[in-house]
């Protein structure tokens, strides 16, 4: 079995070579109904442990891939298989990669028209081969979201981009998910923006130390609250450790 699912805090995340990536994301395209790829922060685990929308769409992910240094420190600590940590970005540009090799589809949902115009130009010249069905710009209202899932639905993507200007990221193909046929679904609130030029990627060596979160406190301060639930994990992870086998 390429994938191997792990249990962390009782959160799933799944071990993934990035060798396994093609096969898993053909088996994924396979499948029917609405799939979805999860990158998952070590927020987004704490968040994932309470019930909810966002816990189930978590659980019900087809790909769970870990974006945070801890969560790989907290499945070393836990003695079990460590997962592999993607750079978001540089995984979406394998995922583009792999659908531009199999002549597969691309529907690009989020962010203003002029980024999403950008991203738009930038991605059909970086991967020739991949169709772009349809997009959709982000804040837009409610009165107009039925005509983008039905969009959606009739294009029949095989893959739908999000970025950012969804308020409900990764929840919103999950809540919808009965309206769609058999797109997977990705969100990164990032990607229209970088593929744009108008923000900047993390650099590989800060991503690579696990040092990001110091790059998001430089244009957020108050981020530097995210101390106490960071703290909170290794509580809970210690907690597991003693009491948990």
């Not at 994924?28 to 799939?35: D, E, R, S, V």
Request: aromatic residues 14%; hydrophobic residues 45%; charged residues 25%.
């Amino acid at each position: 079995m390429a994938i191997e699912r792990i249990n962390l805090i009782g959160v799933p995340v799944d071990i993934c070579q990035p060798e396994n990536l093609e096969n898993e994301i053909l088996e994924i395209l396979a499948k029917p109904g609405t799939k979805q790829i999860i990158f998952l922060s070590i927020w987004d685990l704490l968040k994932a442990r309470r019930r909810g929308d966002f816990a189930d769409c978590i659980k019900s992910a087809d790909l769970i891939l870990p974006i945070s240094k801890s969560i790989l420190k907290g499945a070393r600590f836990l003695k079990k298989n460590v997962p592999v940590r993607y750079n978001p970005f540089k995984a979406i540009i394998q995922i583009l990669t792999i659908l531009d090799s199999h002549y597969k589809s691309l529907y690009m949902l989020g962010s203003h028209a002029k980024t999403l115009q950008k991203a738009t130009a930038n991605v059909r010249d970086t991967f020739p081969n991949l169709k772009i069905v349809g997009r959709y710009v982000g804040y837009f209202s409610k009165e107009i979201e039925g005509d983008i899932v039905q969009a959606i639905f009739k294009a029949q993507p095989s893959l739908v981009l999000i970025s950012d200007g969804i308020k409900e990221k990764n929840c919103w193909a999950y809540r919808r998910r009965n309206r769609f046929s058999s797109s997977i679904f990705l969100y990164y609130r990032d990607v229209f923006g970088i593929f744009s030029e108008r923000v900047k990627r993390i650099k590989e060596k800060t991503f690579d130390k696990g040092n990001e979160i110091f790059v998001e406190i430089l244009h957020n301060p108050f981020k530097i609250f995210l101390i106490f639930p960071f703290l909170k994990y290794k509580f809970i992870l210690l907690w597991y450790r003693i009491f948990k086998k």
